[in-house]
Every structure is written in C-alpha cells, then in structure tokens.
C-alpha cells in the first residue's frame, strides 16, 4: 500500500494492521503489542538480493503519507484509529526496525499528503476532516495547526474527492496544491493564497476516491533560474462514480489529462487524450523526462470492492512532443494492480511494481475478484531494450554519495560504448518518492544547466561540465538519483546528496 526508495537502494513497503495475517513472520517469534497477530504488515526490500527483512510496525499505517528526510530516514505520518496521531521514523541498516513516536502530530492525519520544504522539514497537508496543515519537526509542543479553507471549498458531500492531494514545491518556495479539480499557489508560512488556478475544463474529480494521478514536468534550469513550471493531472472517476460504484454502477474511468504551465501570467488549462482510460493510475518521472502511466483500471472508483476492469498496459507520455503525438501505450502485465497497489523508480531505471488488495482483509484465494496480490514485478522503460545498449552511459565520476552544493560546478565523466551524440547529452536528477494511493509525493525531476559534452582523453570516456541547482527551492536539500541521459536513454543512476 505504501512504498519508498531508500538511498541504499531498498524499498520499505507497509499496508495495515488489520488487513488479518500476512505471509512473512515477524522474526524470533515476535507479535505486535497486545496482539496474536505474529505477522509482519511492513518489509524492507533489498533489490540487489531480491530478498526481504520483515519489519514490526506498532501502530496501524493504514493510508498514511511520508517523506524522505534529507539524512535519509523515512519520517511517515499518520494512519487510522490507534495510529491516527502517530509519527514513525525508519533509518535503513541490517537490523533496524521503526521506531514510533505517539501524538508526534497535531491532528489526525488519515488520507494526507506531505511534502519535504527547502529548510528541511516537512508539511503534512489535510486528512479526511482534517482541513489544515502542521509540520514536522515540530519548533514546540504547541506548535498551531493552521486551517486550509480550500481543503473545505473542494470537499465533495457523499464522496470527498479531495483526499491525497496533489501537492509540488514551487521553485519560488510556495506550493501548489491541486484538490478534486481546482488548485492554488499557496505561502505555508503566512496561510495566504496567492493565486488561484481556473478549474479543469469539464470540472471532474481527480483525488481520492475518484483517484487521478498528477506530476510535476521536469524542471529545466536555466541561468539558475526555472522559466516553465507545468503540472500533468491525469485520469481519475466522473462526478457521481463513488456514489454509482457503491450502488454496483461502475462508471467508466475519465481517459483525459490537463496540463498547466503554472508559470504563465494567465495559466489555462491544456487537455489530452489518453490512449487508455484510467482510474487509480501512478505517474511516474522517468530519468530521460519521460513520464510512465502504470496500474489502475478503467472503471469504478478507489475503495473497497469499488473498481472493475484492470488496465493491464502501461503508457509513456512524452512532454516534449507536439500535441497529439505524446502518448506510447507500452507491452502489458499479466497481473491486476488496481485498489492499493504502488510503483517506484529504481536506480538502474526500472519500475518496481508491488501490491493490490481492493478488499478490507487479506483475500488470497481465486474465488473474490482481484485478489490480494503480494508479488513484485518490475517493468523495463523502452530505453532499457538490449539493442540500446551501446548507446546507453555509465557514470564514472562523481562517485555514488557524492556531495553537491547548491550552484557549484560539477564534472561528470561518463562512458558510451557507440556512436556518441555530443549536443544529445543531459544530466537530470530525481527524487526518490513516497508512493501510495496513486500519488508520488515530493516527486521531481531537474534537467541541470550545463554545456555540451566533449570527448575526453581515453576510449568512449565523455564529460559534460554542468551548475548543481541554485537553492533548495528548486532542489530541497537531500538525496537524489543522478543520471547522465544520452539520446533518451539514461544511465544508471548514482546517489548523490545535495547540501548547502
């Protein structure tokens, strides 16, 4: 139900508590608190090995958000009934475990969503009946808890339709928040709303439980500065389809993404036709720019027993393209991912695919539709195929770890074994996200300013010579996945840390 990239290249992955008993033991004969349950509801998965280290969470995580604090510890927030308050940190080693912190949080948060802020914190943003905002770490135990009108503006009554907002970081360090189908440029810091964006044509609800997905497009800088910010919101459930699908109407999932250059003066709307409809669908930033569309369905809404009709296909969108030719619809799993199912981008450029259970328990067995599915899969990008190979970088320099300073000079000297295209070469950083319910939080991609790559001394040895982002508004401090892309086919990333 939940999962994060860890910059050790494991994944922590948690659903509930109360699902029933899971398949993996708790180890050396452990049980939760108070419980007969021995089971684990959390693993951290180490991708090299294809292995998993079963985890014991105290609390229940049920729809609970998170971040990736800039030291690397997971900091996750929130859950249902006896974790409604609660704040769990998990820092990767071979036998850590989570650590629980109860009544870290102000509100309830159930169903939120959160965003790391360049001076390292991180803002936690509504909550079903939660309009309002707090911040962790906290400056004091009495720390207020500022209301957010518009989480109460884009409350649907009988469907809600604003859970799990969309939320980006600005590069001029305020937020733009998109709830149900409407956004705003938002100051945190003075509770101000500093612009409010026109509402998607057709008016439809894209957040929970009429689940869209949304990214923002990568970032390209520019003379130390971003020039076009955009934001993709695509698929999601008609109005009505929650009411519909609990009666046993499935409406047909919404097949439209809007795009907005949030930048612009006077910012409009622009919208696109996906190939396949979708609804519970991820989005996901791939290191050439790409943008991957995976999971879902296309029929129903999110919730219990509430979707039908699995889309097997993913689909690649590419934003550079003209309108009209943006869409690639990609080779097809065999497996259904739709209620609770999550994605994350790997290091060597894969997509980790993982989970699905539409029903309030562990259901295992063929006689409910959709059963609970436990097993991963990873899905390889176009740029992954073997014919590409010798096109394909391998970063030599910096080494993985490497420290980068906000508007530094940075060297990367890279390998290609073919033909190299010289103007044909970037260097993009990604953020690992924290992915649940159709949402990649604090997810972005940065296209780095630099000049063209130049061969080197020695054989198929290249360097491109490229500014580190200005500020942590553009770039909050923390680590990233750095690639070297050539021809749109990235290498294998390296972690690198980004420091004041």
């Not at 769990?88 to 802020?117: F, M, V």
């Not at 669908?281 to 369905?297: E, K, R, S, T």
Request: proline share 8%; glycine share 8%; with cysteine.
């Amino acid at each position: 139900m939940h999962m994060q990239l860890l910059p050790n290249d494991r994944v922590v992955m948690y659903d509930r508590t109360d699902f029933g008993i899971s398949n993996i033991s708790l180890p050396d004969g452990k049980c939760r608190p108070n419980s007969t349950d021995c089971s684990a509801h959390s693993v951290e998965y180490d991708v090299a090995s294809n292995s998993v280290r079963p985890l014991m969470v105290r609390t229940n995580v049920w729809c609970s958000s998170g971040t990736l604090m800039p030291d690397g510890t997971l900091v996750q927030t929130g859950g249902f009934d006896d974790g409604y308050r609660v704040v769990r940190t998990y820092k990767s080693c071979d036998s850590c475990d989570w650590q629980e912190t109860p009544n870290g949080l102000s509100k309830s948060r159930w169903y939120a969503t959160n965003h790391i802020l360049p001076d390292g914190k991180q803002i936690i943003i509504g909550g079903r009946k939660a309009f309002s905002y707090e911040f962790y770490p906290k400056m004091s135990a009495t720390e207020n808890t500022p209301t957010l009108p518009f989480l109460v503006q884009t409350n649907d009554p009988q469907a809600e339709n604003n859970l799990y907002p969309f939320v980006f970081l600005y590069p001029d360090g305020n937020l733009f928040i998109f709830a149900n189908n409407r956004a705003i440029l938002f100051d945190y810091s003075n509770n101000l709303v500093l612009k409010t964006y026109p509402t998607m044509p057709g008016g439809q609800p894209r957040n929970y439980p009429s689940t869209g997905s949304a990214v923002l497009l990568p970032m390209k800088i520019k003379e130390n500065t971003v020039s076009e910010i955009e934001v993709l919101v695509c698929g999601g459930a008609p109005k009505g389809a929650f009411v519909n699908a609990n009666k046993g109407i499935f409406n047909g999932a919404l097949d439209t993404c809007g795009r907005i250059k949030i930048s612009d003066s006077n910012p409009q709307w622009l919208m696109e036709t996906m190939p396949l409809a979708r609804v519970m669908g991820d989005m996901l930033l791939l290191p050439n720019g790409h943008v991957l569309i995976i999971n879902g369905a296309s029929a129903g809404v999110a919730g219990w027993e509430l979707g039908r009709n699995p889309v097997l296909s993913p689909v690649a969108y590419r934003p550079d393209n003209e309108v009209g030719s943006r869409f690639d619809v990609q080779n097809p799993s065999t497996i259904p991912r739709v209620y609770h199912s999550t994605t994350v981008l790997l290091r060597d450029g894969r997509v980790l695919v993982g989970g699905s259970n539409p029903h309030d328990k562990y259901q295992f067995t063929n006689d409910v539709l959709y059963p609970t599915e436990l097993s991963l899969e990873t899905f390889s990008p176009t740029y992954l195929d073997s014919n590409s190979s010798d096109l394909r970088p391998k970063v030599i320099l910096p080494v993985t770890n490497s420290r980068i300073r906000y508007g530094k000079q940075l060297v990367i000297v890279f390998t290609v074994s073919g033909v190299v295209d010289l103007s044909s070469v970037s260097v993009t950083m990604v953020t690992p996200s924290f992915n649940t319910h159709s949402f990649s939080m604090n997810q972005r991609l940065i296209v780095l300013d630099g000049g063209v790559a130049t061969k080197i001394i020695g054989r198929s040895r290249y360097q491109i010579v490229v500014r580190a982002p200005p500020s942590g508004n553009i770039a909050p401090a923390g680590n990233y996945l750095l690639f070297v892309v050539h021809k749109e086919i990235p290498s294998p990333g390296i972690w690198v840390q980004m420091q004041q």
